[in-house]
């Protein structure tokens, strides 16, 4: 094992000993001040909900995983609601979350229609995938597949009530979370990659969500959180563009988020 696998190793056995001793809220506390980029980072997320979200509105963190973002909104002041299906993550998508108040979450995943799909576990758990094609096409190994519960967004509506946010992250699956909303929500982002797959599944995705009226665009870099372009861009104009030349402008890995602004709903902040 190289000494890059080796700290990896080590800090995955450190993370779930803090877990299975309760003691994993002040461990990452002390993370935090120890790599200051990580603190940085978790900042500029919480900075970025507030200037977007009103204070106490509710958010659906689809595909949440270890929870930075449910996290990052919950310390914005939102209420959250985290789904998540993998159980190599839930643990820890606990210790980080529940102590928190307004945070509920889901053991499921999200599609276009309940039932049960099955999810491909990859050993870096971030690349976990409903999507076989897409976990094939990933450099992580697949440790296990099983069998997972999938509700709809728009039942997820009826019980929990309509969200203002919805962060959909979720590996290749983004078109199937949408096709289980009939409504707008006021704001919603979701990962997109720049490979020739992905931008056709982002561009359905951008289709599905321009059915629901007038709405305008903005993307932030992989792993930032700050918008790439100066202004927002109506969708239909975004739709005409997307990828454009964002595969030499974009810094870092040629990924990121979309942030879809429905015009009717969402407060301009």
Known sequence: MSPG?????????AKRLSIAAGVYGPARWLD?????????AFRQDVALFRSLIPAGALCFDVGANVGEKSEALLAAGMRVVSFEPSQQVLAELHARCRSRTGWSVV?????????VATLHAAEAH?????????????????????HVPIITLD?????FGAPYFCKIDVEGWELEVLLGLTHPVPLLSLEFHLNAADVAKTRACLERLAGFGPA??????????????????PLADFLGWF????????????????FVRHDALATVR
């Open 155 to 159: 039942s997820a509506v009826a019980h």
């Open 216 to 233: 305008h665009v903005n993307l932030t870099p992989a792993e930032a959180s700050r918008f790439h372009m100066a202004e927002w861009m």
């Open 243 to 258: 990828p454009g030349d964002l595969k030499q402008t974009l810094p870092g890995y040629p990924y990121g988020d979309l």
């Open 5 to 13: 696998g080796e700290f990896v190793t080590l800090l995955g056995t």
């Open 126 to 146: 971030g690349a976990s995938s409903l999507d076989a094609q897409w976990a094939r096409g990933q450099d992580s190994r697949t440790l296990a597949a099983y």
């Open 107 to 115: 053991a499921a995943a999200v599609g276009s229609t309940p039932g």
């Open 32 to 40: 935090r001040r120890l790599r200051p980029a990580h603190l940085a």
